[in-house]
């Protein structure tokens, strides 16, 4: 009685009485599928048809078999989809991806205390930062700070004390918070608006504040928008800032679980500020930070392993930028008793009596230069949309001569070398006789 073999790669019939210890080729390992190809582990041949794969032939002897080799354990399905059991009675509870709902009320606040994220500064960048000198500034500002030479002039603006020794420290700066204004004629400062039309009456004006001497003048610092991109992959997420040379005594980067806030200073006097509030939530310990001479690297660790869809969070409404740290010293130092607007200064004093004929037919006067000066912008619109309209007749006129003498200049190019094709009608006239 024939019986069929079992083993891989044989599927032959064999007789048991003349089954021997070489009767059989077949396969001892198992099949491998890998890069569209096809082959047994057991050996190195490899193809990429089905067909082949099945016609290799065993390359190991030995003898036939017709036992069926054990399938591997798969899991049974009841009825119910829900309900999956192995074989062995183990449940298998697969959890799938949170929603956005989910992830939103699990969000953590953005208020949370921020953690500084330690970086990394590879040696390309000590070296290109030794070669600038930009490591060394900072002592360089302290130093010139710290040596004042006598005969220097205070730099507050309205102050013209002179440095002596140490004891001008002592003595109190009167100078000018605001800015300078020269408007219309008149000259003033924006601290105290006590207007002039003479230049050194505007300089003599004594200072409205009170302060320290300020010997060395302030480097100010700008602050300037710089490129950045972003990438993922399963578990982090990189934010990439393309800062040169950035200098790490005086980069910042800090975060919570939802926001990130980078604050770098590169190329001496250039400052990157800036504040993420991310589309997802991070580890803070597990995020580091690489800096390059080229770039400032990132890398934030996701706390669930989601595809974020931004960068940033799309509910998230900046609020306004606030004024600088400077403007708000000099409103804080300066608090004056009297609040002058530009209207109620005058020349003389009897002006300053109100709900008098004068001020009344000024009044109607004011609303007459305001009607006028309304029209005037009006018409000034509308000259100014002549102008324009003017000139784009004009450059559209320009183009039109312009193609038109490039045509030319074709056409009689092209006029000139068929001239120049054309045979000479004399020498084939004296050839002719």
Not at 105 to 118: C, H, L, V, Y
Request: net charge negative; with cysteine.
């Amino acid at each position: 009685m024939a019986l069929l073999c079992y083993n891989k790669g044989c599927g032959e019939k064999f007789d048991p009485d003349k089954n021997k210890d070489d009767s059989c080729r077949f396969h001892p390992g198992v099949p491998i599928f890998h890069d569209a190809l096809k082959g047994w582990s057991c050996c190195k041949k490899r193809t990429t048809d089905f067909s082949e794969f099945l016609s290799i032939k065993g390359c190991t002897r030995g003898r036939h078999s017709n036992v069926k080799p054990q399938e591997p354990l798969r899991p049974q399905v009841s009825s119910d989809k829900g309900e999956i059991q192995q074989a062995n009675d183990q449940e298998i509870i697969y959890q799938g991806p949170k929603s956005a709902e989910a992830l939103q009320k699990e969000r953590p606040s953005s208020d949370q205390p921020m953690t500084k994220i330690a970086h990394k500064v590879s040696a390309s960048l000590i070296q290109a930062l030794e070669k600038l000198g930009l490591s060394k500034s900072a002592e360089s500002e302290k130093k010139e700070s710290e040596k004042v030479i006598q005969g220097t002039r205070c730099k507050n603006t309205g102050c013209k004390t002179v440095y002596e020794g140490p004891d001008t420290d002592m003595e109190v700066c009167t100078h000018h918070p605001g800015a300078p204004v020269f408007h219309e004629g008149y000259k003033y400062w924006s601290c105290c608006c006590i207007k002039t039309t003479d230049f050194d009456a505007f300089l003599d004006q004594k200072g409205c504040t009170t302060g320290k001497h300020r010997w060395v003048a302030k480097q100010d610092k700008k602050k300037v928008s710089c490129r950045h991109d972003w990438h993922q992959t399963g578990n982090t997420v990189v934010v990439t800032i393309y800062a040169k040379n950035s200098n790490p005594d005086f980069c910042s980067i800090e975060a919570n679980q939802t926001v990130l806030l980078c604050q770098i200073q590169f190329e001496n006097n250039k400052i990157f500020k800036r504040e993420f509030h991310l589309w997802g939530v991070i580890n803070v310990k597990q995020s580091s930070v690489n800096m390059v001479p080229s770039k400032v690297e990132i890398t934030l660790r996701k706390a669930d392993q989601v595809a974020w869809g931004k960068l940033e969070d799309p509910n998230y409404k900046p609020e306004p930028e606030p004024v600088d740290d400077d403007l708000d010293e000099a409103q804080e130092s300066y608090q004056p008793d009297w609040d002058i607007a530009d209207d109620d200064i005058s020349d003389s004093d009897e002006e300053w009596a109100y709900n008098t004929p004068q001020n009344k037919g000024m009044e109607n006067e004011s609303e007459e230069q305001k009607k006028r000066r309304e029209e005037e912008e009006m018409q000034n619109l509308k000259r100014k949309e002549v102008e324009e309209e003017m000139k784009r007749l004009m450059e559209e006129q320009k183009k039109a001569e312009e193609s038109k003498r490039k045509l030319e200049e074709q056409r009689r190019e092209e006029e000139q070398e068929g001239y120049e094709d054309m045979p000479d009608l004399e020498e084939q006239a004296a050839d002719v006789e």
